[in-house]
């Protein structure tokens, strides 16, 4: 596939075409779940830091650390009291020194979250704004607005109710009735205004913090909702958006269905002149910073306006993550994608997991009307652990030999299914308490990870605590039961990520080969990738040997042939394929 010159269409030109991010394999690490050094329950840094050992073998490329701030964790650190420093329970700013060095040392580069749309009612600029009153420059600061009949306007809450919590009950004074502040999501962190000056010196001066402290680059949290439409108006979609009035009214096939990031609170032409001037910032302290959007847009080419040469560097790719299950989408995500992103001169990204979405050896087990979106709770049917492990190291092996960079989540190196029998009582996760028990959340994908077969919370820590609870067997995933394992899920990251760099396929580009419905074949250099997504075996003929296969060897069918493959049923491989295809890739 041949991509349009940002130069071509006008646009700023590129100076960022060897940039390191632009074919990293970059892993999310969610420090509160990773593993905890000190046994309070909770993880930490230095939890982080014995396990650095763990990252290198992986062979990843940078790691992304989650929000580490100070923070009352109303939702999970996402509620922000203060930019500059790091939460007490998390460790101490020196050893978050430590661990950027650790990394450093071990050739990855550290990426952290930047979450710019909303802070903690915590946080000194709230609390001085609800103390200063009406019209005072500190509420400025974020979006308070007066209505006499009712909330301002009727948006709602990612999280669930009304977007606007009233001021009065919070400050006991009789001038504030009928005040009330924006909360795009939990009522204890309300919305920043971005048309006031302090703020954004607030965050340039958080950008040129960070990066004298090592950091090697930003994801930008909703990053398409920090500007609203000039004089707020209504919202089409109104302020049920997890539809849960039609729960209460029986209407099971509305219930849960969560409604889109649309509407004047979102992807509002503003936003963009905010990443100009941080890409301004960042190109006056550093090279080749990296910004990453989590733009939840409705197309690729929404996306593909964060990422133009003077703004974000990559932008999250969604719509694959969405894809699920169907080679029919998943191709068109592939082509649209790398069409929109070439077209502005940008890498594509890839990604199944984070820690906001069931993961996927969990969410691709399901049928594609599924909708696993709220979570899954013990209520729901519950996933085919083995379908859902092998299509989920197919599809990540088939998104591995994609050109780009590739996002991982923590554990699903592993193989780590979604915890799906959590008993209600003990979730943590703002969703569930907001839409009135109906949406079980994301505690699932969020549980402290396993590093050892046994002990009494393997290997998290050495107490046993974790803020939530591990599943039966979760051992049986930990590195130490899979290590040394050659079709554990473990070795096939492991290798598969080394092949990627080998073969340089994150630099190269896509060619479409012949293949039957359902099943893709793409050639990116000298190596063919192939994913099945079908319920039958599938042979492709007169190729090159396998390279590596997502199946167990005991299965390996016709893998060995030279000229023959046979990939089983929800199978992905990559073939040395005899000619080099376009650009690039062929490392001999």
């Known amino acids: 596939m041949t991509s349009t010159s940002s130069c071509s269409q006008g646009l700023a030109p590129r100076t960022d075409t060897d940039a390191w991010w632009r074919d990293a394999v970059i892993y999310q690490i969610y420090p509160r779940s990773f593993a905890d050094a000190n046994g309070d329950g909770i993880g930490d840094i230095q939890g982080i830091r014995k396990h650095v050992d763990h990252l290198a073998a992986l062979g990843i490329d940078a790691v992304w650390l989650s929000p580490f701030y100070p923070s009352p964790q109303v939702d999970a650190g996402y509620d922000v009291s203060d930019y500059f420093d790091l939460a007490p329970e998390y460790g101490s700013l020196e050893d978050l020194d430590a661990l950027i060095a650790d990394l450093h040392e071990a050739s990855i580069r550290v990426v952290i979250d930047l979450v710019p749309n909303h802070s903690s009612d915590q946080h000194e600029w709230f609390r001085s704004a609800l103390a200063a009153g009406p019209g005072s420059p500190e509420r400025d600061r974020y979006i308070f607005r007066h209505s006499d009949d009712s909330t301002p306007n009727n948006w709602g809450s990612l999280f669930g109710g009304s977007a606007w919590q009233p001021v009065e009950p919070l400050t006991g ?43 090697d680059g930003f994801r930008v949290d909703v990053a398409h909702g920090l500007v609203k439409a000039e004089g707020l108006p209504d919202d089409d979609l109104g302020p049920d958006r997890w539809n849960v009035v039609a729960a209460e009214d029986e209407d099971a096939a509305a219930a849960r269905e969560k409604l889109p990031d649309v509407g004047p609170a979102f992807n509002q032409p503003g936003v963009h002149d905010i990443y100009r001037e941080w890409r301004s910032v960042l190109n006056e302290v550093g090279t080749d910073i990296l910004m990453v959007a989590e733009a939840w847009v409705p197309t690729e080419a929404d996306a593909a306006l964060y990422v133009r040469a003077d703004e974000m560097s990559q932008a999250f790719n969604f719509p694959f993550l969405t894809a699920g299950w169907d080679a029919a989408e998943l191709r068109r995500v592939i082509d649209v994608s790398l069409a929109e992103y070439g077209a502005v001169g940008a890498p594509a990204t890839w990604v199944l997991s984070n820690h906001d979405v069931v993961r996927h050896a969990s969410r691709l087990a399901y049928p594609a009307d599924m909708d696993t979106n709220p979570g899954i709770g013990s209520n729901d049917p519950q996933p085919d652990a083995e379908l859902g492990l092998a299509r989920a190291r197919a599809a990540t092996l088939f998104m591995l030999g994609l050109p780009g960079s ?24 703002p969703l569930w308490e907001r839409t009135n028990h109906l949406v079980p959340g994301r505690d699932g994908c969020r549980v402290p990870l396993p590093w050892t077969r046994d002990g009494v919370s393997y290997g998290y820590n050495t107490t046993g605590r974790t803020w939530l609870p591990q599943p039966e067997r ?8 899979q290590e040394g394992l050659e079709d554990s899920t473990l070795a096939l990251y492991r290798r598969a990520i080394a092949l990627r760099r080998e073969r340089r396929l994150g630099r190269g580009a896509v060619e479409w080969l012949a293949s039957e419905p359902g099943v893709l074949f793409l050639r990116n250099g000298v190596t063919g990738v192939v994913l099945n997504t079908t319920e039958h075996p599938v042979t492709i003929e007169d190729t090159g040997r396998p390279l590596i296969i997502s199946w167990h060897s005991a299965d390996r069918g016709g893998a060995d042939a030279t000229e023959t493959v046979v990939l089983p049923p929800n199978g992905a491989c990559w073939l040395d394929l005899p000619q080099g295809g376009p650009d690039g890739g062929d490392p001999r």
């Not at 590739?406 to 996760?429: F, I, K, N, S």
């Open 173 to 215: 004074r009789s001038r504030d009735r009928g005040w009330y502040y924006l909360h795009l999501f939990a009522a204890e962190q309300p919305d920043f205004n971005w048309s006031n000056e302090d703020v954004h010196e607030h965050f340039r001066t958080f950008l040129r913090f960070w990066v004298e402290r090592g950091i």
């Open 406 to 429: 590739a996002y991982l989540y923590q554990g699903e190196e592993l193989g780590l299914p979604e915890h799906t029998t959590m008993e209600d009582e003990v979730r943590q996760d």
């Open 474 to 481: 979760w051992g049986d995933y930990s590195p130490e039961a």
